[in-house]
């Protein structure tokens, strides 16, 4: 990723779990549902730590949060792609539950490693982030997560290296980039890929700072 005048951070989003009624499309009863998905934009600076930004938790701490998923990116360079393809007038920051919705980089162009610099924060990407279900009940779209695996526009998780503060329309830099033949996009291609490529696959697991999570699971691919 070279950084240019547009790689910089669009918005920052936060949230509370909220406990939300919404019927079910198949079995049309009403279910009740606790999420973190659906966050509101914050101005001004705001605190990140190792934790995560402040004020923002997870709803659910076994498959989201922790120190290797911190931090949620999703680019707003997708953002006329996904208009197109779900039909809405507009798409906006924090539409796919993202922490910070950035411009001028990609999963084409971020690499499994970088270390970014956003004001005095350093943070390093971790992983793809793999979509989940309450991203196609958010959007009562059950297809979504399928569309967005094909698309390869998933966003990435980052760990915090170093604390301090953020805030919107901040430049983004680029200041390692250990891996740069792994962009999130290929390690995304890899790990949904099928049949399993295992030498790729291997090649895939032994970069170091890949979450421990994102190796447990494809093992498991290579396993099946």
């Known amino acids: 990723m070279k950084p240019t005048a547009r790689t910089q951070l669009e918005s920052v989003q936060i949230s509370q779990p909220r406990t939300y009624s919404q019927t079910n499309s198949r079995s049309n009863k009403t279910e009740n549902w606790t999420t973190s998905f659906n966050k509101s934009p914050v101005e001004g600076?705001?605190?990140?730590?190792?934790?995560?930004?402040?004020?923002?938790?997870?709803?659910?701490?076994?498959?989201?949060?922790?120190?290797?998923?911190?931090?949620?990116?999703?680019?707003?360079?997708?953002?006329?792609?996904?208009?197109?393809?779900?039909?809405?007038?507009?798409?906006a920051p924090?539409?796919?539950?993202?922490?910070?919705?950035?411009?001028?980089?990609?999963?084409?162009?971020?690499?499994?490693?970088?270390?970014?610099?956003?004001?005095?924060?350093?943070?390093?990407?971790?992983?793809?982030?793999?979509?989940?279900?309450?991203l196609a009940r958010h959007w009562h779209l059950p297809e979504l997560p399928k569309q967005v695996v094909q698309s390869g526009f998933c966003g990435w998780y980052c760990r915090v290296i170093k604390n301090g503060r953020i805030k919107l329309e901040t430049p983004i830099a680029l200041v390692a980039n250990p891996n740069p033949k792994w962009p999130v996009r290929r390690a995304h291609q890899v790990f949904h890929q099928s049949p399993v490529n295992a030498a790729t696959l291997n090649e895939l697991l032994s970069l170091t700072v890949l979450s421990n999570a994102w190796k447990t699971s494809a093992k498991h691919r290579g396993n099946t």
Request: proline share 3%; hydrophobic share 40%; net charge negative.
């Open 45 to 91: 600076w705001v605190s990140v730590t190792a934790a995560g930004i402040a004020g923002d938790e997870q709803a659910d701490k076994k498959n989201h949060g922790g120190i290797d998923k911190a931090v949620l990116f999703y680019s707003a360079d997708h953002f006329d792609y996904w208009q197109n393809q779900l039909g809405v007038p507009a798409i």
């Open 94 to 134: 924090g539409a796919f539950g993202e922490n910070l919705t950035v411009s001028g980089m990609d999963e084409s162009t971020v690499c499994i490693g970088d270390r970014l610099s956003i004001n005095d924060v350093i943070l390093e990407v971790s992983q793809p982030r793999q979509p989940c279900w309450k």
